[in-house]
């Protein structure tokens, strides 16, 4: 798209993709032309869209934009999603969030996560073992980027036996722009549904050492209310299994994309954080995520945001600001700039972060130790992408070894 | 010239069309592709054409290929049919033409698709009527393919998932390509398509799901069902 081309505003969410996962075009245009844009979502709420990364910076750690949706009539993507949930530690604000984040942040601190290093490649090569004894070629994300978080994040959560079909059914959650407000509330209302029961279940039967455990405890001594309880639950299980599918799927594809790259890290493996560090940052974290909203008027940009207003923000628009990255669109393991920005910024940075990093280390080197010769099965452009789907990948990865 | 003979002639009509084109029979080269969408465009409000994604490379597999060389014919044939189709299209100035030729790889963009998809699958575990016409027509394209020598149940094991990947574009192309009627238009009538009209398979067609089988008429005159130059993929009979 060309700068003497204006898009008519607002924009549509969501946006034609990139090709191979690139920025979207459109928000390169409204990045370049338009940092303070009117976009429309599904819901029909319009929301200011920011996609400069030091505008990005400043709202997300300026208290005067709330992050609580909680509330019916709150701006929402499509219905009544996960962030109708009451009390989720997503919803809340300092100093409540401050005091819910606080249960959970010893598990998740960059220490933390290493001891959980041998249960993701543990789940890895058992998927591998399958991969290499069933057909060649694969669809690799049937394989091994959609079973790894479902098994592995499974069981660090501690999901009971009697549960686990339940939920392999009700996770990734399919988070679907195109969805109707109906679809979206009855599939938030079966993972509702799926958190009572591991709740009541891990009540009657504790399982200590996992993140669930905790979060009962918390409740058990009244750090945290029983709805902060089940609505941080409620959050941290779905962001368990969908935004680690994503990387899990995107982040083989453009590795066997640059081959020489690959190569590299196969003889290097002191490599694949590196390379986890730049799939991080080249490929989005959620499309526009989830809105927050002004609670008084605010100037950004020159543009007035007014109270009640939504903001919104593609993390893969800061992650791709030229401003901060040379030579965005160009994937490159040796950068010497981190995945971090992607995270997020401010009070509601990703508590999962370093978990995610940890699964992602493995799951690549573990990949590619074993099978160096993984390919594509089909040329990238025949890759199904789909635009509909918050957390967009190729919903199929065909490969061949 | 061609004819359609409909699988039923009250389900006419001139909605949608969508046409399947194999790499495994010889008849499916540049000249015949581009006549045959040339006589259907017209008679249709209309058309999408369908390409095996990377499931054609399972016959090859099971048939004895090497998974890397039977990979790249795949991927040769899908190219050899996937640029006469979406010339032809052009040239129809059907717009955006390269949209409306699709591989089963690109349809699982498609939620309509996935979800259709599962219930294939389930339908094939569990309803001896789809299991049997599957690996019917599974064991034919691998016994071409594996030019005379014995097809195995392991060999139907791992080619199978070609013939289920392509259900969905027999039950649901309404869904699928936004349509209220939609006609699957194929060369040959297969043991599939009439299980699946067949009301008692637990797979039901989509309402507004038809079918169609489209002859060319010199091909009718000399009873021939093949070209005499090798297909994409040089299976013979599907």
């Known amino acids: 798209m060309t700068d003497t081309i204006e898009p008519e505003l607002p924009l549509q969410y969501p946006f034609p993709l990139g090709d191979t996962g690139a920025l979207p075009p459109l928000t390169a245009w409204a990045q370049r032309a338009k940092p303070v844009c009117p976009v429309r979502l599904p819901s029909g709420v319009t929301a200011w869209m920011l996609t400069r990364k030091d505008d990005v910076a400043q709202m997300l750690a300026d208290n005067r934009f709330s992050r609580n949706l909680a509330e019916p009539g709150s701006p929402r993507m499509v219905g009544e999603d996960l962030t109708s949930v009451h009390d989720a530690i997503f919803n809340l604000d300092p100093p409540a969030h401050g005091r819910v984040r606080q249960v959970l942040s010893g598990w998740f601190t960059r220490r933390a996560v290493q001891r959980h290093r041998p249960l993701f490649a543990r789940h890895a090569h058992r998927l591998l073992d399958q991969l290499s004894a069933g057909p060649n070629p694969a669809d690799l994300v049937e394989a091994y980027s959609a079973p790894l978080p479902l098994d592995a994040m499974g069981e660090l959560m501690g999901v009971p036996p009697e549960l686990a079909a339940e939920c392999r059914q009700v996770y990734p959650m399919s988070l679907d722009l195109s969805s109707t407000p109906e679809a979206v509330e009855k599939e938030t209302d079966a993972a509702k549904q799926f958190i009572a029961r591991l709740i009541a279940a891990r009540r009657a039967d504790p399982a200590p050492d996992t993140p669930v455990h905790t979060l009962l405890e918390a409740r058990r001594e009244g750090v945290i209310s029983e709805s902060e309880m089940f609505g941080t639950l409620f959050l941290i299980f779905v962001t368990s299994f969908d935004p680690l599918v994503a990387p899990l799927t995107t982040g083989p594809m453009i590795l066997m994309l640059h081959r020489r790259q690959l190569v590299e890290c196969v003889a290097d493996p002191s490599l694949w954080p590196k390379a986890v560090e730049e799939v991080l940052r080249y490929f989005h974290n959620g499309g526009l995520g989830f809105p927050r909203i002004a609670r008084e008027d605010v100037e950004l940009n020159g543009t007035m945001i007014r109270q009640g207003d939504a903001v919104v923000v593609p993390m893969q628009a800061v992650t791709w600001d030229p401003r901060h990255y040379r030579n965005p669109e160009r994937f490159n393991i040796h950068r010497a700039t981190d995945g971090s920005a992607t995270f997020g910024a401010g009070p509601h940075y990703c508590l999962g972060s370093q978990l995610a990093r940890v699964v992602l280390q493995e799951a690549f080197s573990a990949l590619f130790q074993r099978f160096p010769t993984l390919d594509l099965a089909v040329s990238e452009r025949e890759l199904p992408w789909d635009p509909n789907r918050m957390f967009t990948r190729p919903m199929q990865l065909p490969v061949t070894w | ?238």
């Not at chain 2, 000249?31 to 999408?48: A, G, T, V």
Request: aromatic share 8%.
């Open chain 2, 1 to 238: 010239m061609f004819t359609l003979d409909w699988l039923a002639e009250t389900a006419r009509h001139r909605d949608h069309v969508l046409v399947g084109l194999s790499p495994q029979n010889g008849r499916y080269k540049p000249e015949y592709i581009r006549n045959l969408i040339f006589w259907l465009q017209p008679r249709f409000r209309s058309i999408d054409v369908v390409i095996p994604g990377f499931e054609a490379a399972y016959t090859l597999v099971a048939a004895g290929h090497p998974p890397a060389q039977a990979v790249h014919r795949a991927r040769r044939a899908y190219r050899q049919l996937r640029n006469p189709a979406v010339r032809a299209l052009a040239d129809l100035g059907v717009p955006d033409p390269s949209r409306h030729v699709t591989s089963w790889t690109r349809l699982h963009a498609d939620a309509a698709y996935r979800a259709s998809l599962i219930r294939s699958r389930k339908a094939y575990l569990t309803d001896p009527r789809i299991r049997r016409a599957c690996r019917e027509m599974t064991a034919e394209v691998v016994g071409n393919a594996a030019d005379g020598q014995p097809v195995t149940q392991c060999d139907i094991d791992i080619a199978v998932r070609y013939v289920i990947a392509e259900i969905p574009l027999l039950t649901d192309g309404p869904d699928v390509f936004g349509a209220d009627r939609s006609v699957f238009v194929y060369h040959r009538a297969t043991p599939l398509v009439a299980a699946i009209a067949d009301s008692g398979s637990i797979l039901t067609a989509a309402p507004g799901q038809t079918w169609a089988i489209v002859s060319q008429e010199e091909e009718n005159r000399d009873g021939h069902d093949r070209t005499g130059t090798p297909a994409a993929i040089p299976v013979s009979a599907r």
